[in-house]
Each structure stands twice: as structure tokens, then as C-alpha cells.
């Protein structure tokens, strides 16, 4: 499963670093001080809010962006008033960088979010020395007790986690370890097929006291309308904003679909 070779490529990443530097990396970020932008307030502002994605590659489109401007592409999203920003590190399979993720930290306001496979300390450590308001957590990639040690990190280092759930078993999974933002992932990781309408089946799941995040395959106003009626308070959209020339106008189209 292609999960599984992610988390092997990421956990190989990792241990090619020497254990001092990432001992080192964690220090540093345990001593930062000043925090990012908020990515929980962002997304907690009444109505629906957008996360648009910078993504140039995925293992299930390939190349998205052959024309991958993404200092211009985060300054766009900003402008076109998105909430917040996701951002592809993973290497491999997404043609990501952490230092794509720390230029555009250093550009936008509007808070960041780590998007890569995380499975080790250091990870969460560099994001918040990149300037990043948020990590990515899959529950499908983490044991029970990993999740709960990262998300203890997260908030210790004040970064907000998405924890990514794609069943009932793993959002039971994500409240039992602390998450305060879940995400419904409707990618279906075996087979890469799309089903927005897993997010609606899940968000019941979802407790009131968390924040609700529906990811993937969002391209059309009457989805947003769909998953805005079904309680969500965040989209997550990458490849719809990606492929459009007009980032403004493809926010503004998405947003339409809110009150649609
Ligand atoms: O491009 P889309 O279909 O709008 O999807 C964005 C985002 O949800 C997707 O990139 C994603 C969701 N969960 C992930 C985990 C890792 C990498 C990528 C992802």
C-alpha cells in the first residue's frame, strides 16, 4: 500500500540525519519563543474557511504544476484571502521541500501547515523551525501511543496539529490522543479514489468540541455547499486551486458554494 512506502521513505529520511542533530533541531524549537500565526483561529472564524494547498506532484496525478512559481502561488492565495496554507514537503512522491514551506513562512501572514508523512519528533521540530503554525498527523500512519507523543509535541513547540482520520476507528483514535482539529481525509489511500461523500458520512463522528476539516477531491460550489451544510469548518483544497490560473477567482468561486 502506498501509505506504508511513505512512511518508510519518511522514517529513512529521518534516520539519515545523525540522532545529536535532531536532538539539537528538537532544543532549538523547544526554545522558540515568539509563536506563528494561529492555524486553529484561522480556521475557527465563522462561516466555512479555505486551506488552499501548494502541491506540485502527488503519486495519484503526477506532475500538477510543471510551472511551480511557489513563492507567487502562496502570495496568490494570500491575496485571494484564503485562511490558511498548506504546504507538500515530502520529497519523493509530492516533489515537496521543507524550504519551499520556510520561504513562504516568511512571505504570507496567513498561518502554515507542515503537509508531509510524520512519524519522528525531529519532523515537528523542523517545522516549527521553519516558520509553520501547524503539522500534519495521519492516524493511519502512527500507533496509538506515537500519535498521542506527537501531538504532546506539537503543542509543547505551540503548533496546532490536523489530525487526518479516514474511518470512525481512527477519529475515536485521534479524540483519545488529544486532537483538537480532525480531518476527513475522502482520498481512499488504498486505491486513491475520491468520495467526498465520506465526509459527510463522518462528520457526526467528529465531536463539538473539535474543529472539522474535509480534505481532498473539493472542486465544485455545490460540494462546498454540501459539506458547509454537513458541519464542516475547513476545506482543504490543492490540485482545483492549483490548476487554476486565477487563484482569486477559483477561491471566490469555492466560497460561493458556501452560501449557494
Ligand atoms: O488535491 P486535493 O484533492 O484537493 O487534496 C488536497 C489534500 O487533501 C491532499 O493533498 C492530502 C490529504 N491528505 C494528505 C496527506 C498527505 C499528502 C497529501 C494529502
Do not use: W
Amino acid at each position: 500500500m502506498i501509505l506504508t512506502q511513505l512512511v518508510a521513505g519518511s522514517q529513512r529520511r529521518v534516520q539519515a540525519v545523525p540522532l545529536a542533530e535532531r536532538m539539537a533541531l528538537e532544543q532549538r524549537a523547544r526554545q522558540m519563543t515568539a509563536p506563528a500565526p494561529s492555524f486553529k483561529r484561522a480556521l475557527a472564524q465563522p462561516g466555512l474557511t479555505i486551506i488552499g494547498e501548494v502541491k506540485r506532484a502527488s503519486p495519484s496525478k503526477g506532475l500538477i504544476a510543471p510551472d511551480f512559481d511557489y513563492l507567487q502561488i502562496a502570495q496568490d492565495y494570500q491575496n485571494a484571502k484564503i485562511d490558511a496554507i498548506s504546504v507538500l514537503t515530502e520529497p519523493d512522491y509530492f516533489q515537496g521541500r521543507l524550504a519551499y514551506l520556510e520561504a513562504i513562512a516568511a512571505t504570507v501572514t496567513v498561518p502554515t501547515l507542515r503537509k508531509d508523512f510524520i512519524v519522528d519528533a525531529s519532523q515537528v521540530a523542523a517545522a516549527r523551525v521553519a516558520g509553520a503554525s501547524a503539522v500534519l498527523l495521519i492516524v493511519a500512519a502512527l500507533d496509538p501511543d506515537q500519535l498521542k507523543r506527537l501531538l504532546d509535541l506539537t503543542h509543547a513547540l505551540q503548533l496546532d496539529a490536523l489530525v487526518e482520520a479516514h474511518t470512525a476507528a481512527d477519529i475515536k483514535q485521534a479524540v483519545a490522543a488529544g486532537a483538537d482539529i480532525i480531518g476527513i481525509n475522502n482520498r481512499n489511500l488504498q486505491d486513491f479514489s475520491v468520495d467526498i461523500a465520506t465526509s459527510q458520512q463522518l462528520r457526526q463522528q467528529i465531536p463539538a468540541t473539535c474543529l472539522a476539516v474535509a480534505e481532498s477531491g473539493i472542486q465544485t460550489p455545490s460540494q462546498v455547499h454540501q459539506l458547509a451544510t454537513a458541519g464542516f469548518d475547513a476545506i482543504l483544497v490543492g490540485e482545483t486551486l492549483m490548476r487554476a490560473p486565477d487563484k482569486a477567482a477559483a477561491v471566490a468561486q469555492l466560497r460561493a458554494g458556501v452560501v449557494a
